[in-house]
């Protein structure tokens, strides 16, 4: 697909319901979804981190993943440090060390819209995106991320790649990987076609099963409850393109209120234009 296409209206209402900024007063072209946190302290401290790494191996890291429930940072083929997002202190740490000093903005209850809590986002080379939260979500994450390039560079000038699950990049064409993906894991925002705006699910996470507490209504679902005030009928997501076979068990997963979490991508078209997590697919419920 030709990177160069023109954009609508409704795609563009669509990708900005799904894809909102992070702080009202921070709205730029990278902009995208998240809770801001920070302690009850306005200036927002990063205590010592639970995941260390010396930073003679963390200097080396070349590519960063996001999962599920977790970034990867890897050099080449090894593991250099798998951070849980339920570690909001270990993720922000070690992304300081390696990319350098990021931008930060701080936000008041509602400031990023409804349902969003205080805090304070980062933001490293206008590419990778964290939200630290003041308390940990009912899933159990303390972190949403958002990466919103391809690539980043570390303090030193290196480059450092950002990929999803399987390699997916933000600028890949998904244009297959929507075509066969089941309607329990897309989302279409507009007009249900292979030039909308689209949500996929690149890998499940966040098992209501494997945690005490029940994923939250509010948590990473901030695209899902803004979407309600922003968008019109036509403009409501659909569940996938004409030519989708639906299955029982993709109108079960549509019955549940709660979707599916872990981490998405959002597309232009089948452009890559965000990766995120948490991010369900076919959470219904407001906060």
């Given amino acids: 697909m030709s990177y160069g296409r023109v954009v609508t209206p409704r795609t563009v209402l669509a990708l900005s319901a799904a894809v909102l900024a992070f702080s009202a007063g ?26 260390d790494v010396p930073y003679s191996r963390l ?9 599920a429930e977790s970034l990867v940072f890897r050099r080449g083929d090894r593991t250099v440090a798998d951070v849980s997002m339920r570690d909001a202190r270990s993720t922000v740490s ?37 939200a630290a939260l003041t308390a940990p979500a009912q899933a159990g994450n303390e972190v949403e991320i958002r990466v919103l390039k391809d690539v980043v560079r570390s303090r030193s000038g ?27 894991d897309k989302v279409s925002f507009g007009s249900g076609d292979e030039d909308g705006a689209w949500q996929l699910l690149l890998e ?10 029940q994923p939250s209504d509010e948590q990473s679902s901030d695209e899902q409850s803004s979407d309600d005030a922003h968008r019109t009928s036509d403009d409501r997501p659909r569940t996938g393109a004409p030519d989708d076979d639906a299955t029982d068990s993709d109108d079960a997963a549509h019955d ?6 872990g981490v998405s991508a959002l597309t232009n078209g089948a452009t890559v234009t965000v990766l ?8 219904q419920r407001s906060c």
């Fill in 256 to 261: 549940d209120e709660s979707g599916t979490n």
């Fill in 204 to 213: 499940a996470g966040w098992d209501p099963d494997s945690s005490d507490e």
């Fill in 276 to 283: 995120g997590s948490p991010m369900p697919v076919h959470a």
């Fill in 158 to 184: 290196a480059r450092v790649d950002l990929t999803g699950p399987g390699g997916v990049q933000v600028g890949d064409d998904v244009a297959d990987e929507l075509r066969d993906a089941p309607r329990s």
């Fill in 26 to 51: 921070t709205v730029a072209a990278d902009a995208t979804t998240g809770v801001g946190a920070a302690p009850a302290a306005a200036e927002t401290t990063v205590s010592i981190p639970q995941v």
């Fill in 94 to 130: 070690l992304l300081n060390r390696l990319l350098g000093t990021p931008s930060r903005t701080q936000t008041a209850v509602g400031d990023g819209g409804a349902c969003f809590p205080s805090g304070t986002t980062y933001t490293w080379g206008g590419a990778v995106r964290v």
């Fill in 59 to 67: 200097k080396r890291v070349d590519s960063i993943e996001l999962g």
